[in-house]
């Protein structure tokens, strides 16, 4: 029996391996089903075993996806007073896995599609459910809004703590982020290099952390380059 569930364990592991790797590389739509369990190594009788449809896989790529992201937050290990430069640090830790996790690759263009289909169907007075509005029984999981909401509420905590200026509205500081996550996606689909990647963000920061720091000179200085990164876990292969 333990053989057996260790056996099935080693199965979704390979299947969502094998999904997230052509969710990246297709796209979601493109991506099929046939392909992920040829990947995988395994029939589309024992895929159907484990997951019902697509949709039921690209939830749990993107479930791995957000394990990655709240682990990276966890690592960075925010201290009173220096919560900037966890939001800082955490932008260098996403263009690191958006270049090198094959999971966050993949989470982003599936909820990148998601949001086109949606836009889509709107313009056509269209009504969907579900996560792409094909399979109503799939919670929708929306990984933009998972890492958005892990940088602004490291921001709200600055706030907190009394890092951000007075005259700096708190949806201010949300947009200034939302705008460094834009650039850093498109960056990556743009195929810049780490290094060039690294750069932009320290300029961008040099620019953004006076407008957004309250001008007296006893705040704690915040660093604009990249932290010491372990590898990251999901290359692309």
């Known amino acids: 029996m333990v053989g057996r569930q260790k056996r099935s364990e080693r199965t979704v592991e390979r299947l969502v391996t094998a999904a997230a790797d052509q969710f990246a590389r297709h796209g979601y739509v493109r991506a099929t089903l046939a392909d992920i369990s040829s990947r995988a190594g395994v029939t589309k009788g024992a895929l159907f075993f484990h997951f019902a449809s697509k949709d039921e896989l690209a939830v749990a790529v993107q479930e791995r996806g957000r394990e990655l992201m709240e682990h990276s937050v966890t690592g960075l290990g925010p201290a009173e007073g220096a919560y900037l430069q966890a939001v800082v640090d955490l932008t260098f830790v996403l263009q690191r896995l958006l270049r090198e996790d094959v999971f966050v690759r993949a989470s982003v263009r599936i909820a990148r599609e998601h949001r086109d289909s949606d836009a889509a ?46 005259s700096v509205a708190d949806t201010s500081a949300r947009t200034l982020v939302t705008a460094v996550v834009a650039g850093l996606e498109a960056l990556t689909w743009l195929g810049a ?30 660093r604009t380059t990249a932290p010491a990164l372990p590898a990251a876990q999901g290359r692309p292969s």
Not at 196 to 206: F, G, I, Y
């Open 193 to 222: 290099q780490r290094a060039e990647s690294e750069a932009w963000l320290t300029d961008l920061w040099s620019l953004l952390l006076p407008a957004l720091r309250p001008d007296r000179p006893d705040h704690r200085p915040v």
């Open 121 to 166: 169907d709107a313009d056509k007075n269209v009504v969907t459910e579900g996560v792409r509005g094909t399979d109503p029984g799939v919670e929708e999981l929306d990984f933009y809004r998972v890492w958005l909401d892990l940088l602004w509420d490291l921001m709200a905590e600055a706030r907190r703590s009394g890092e951000l200026g007075r």
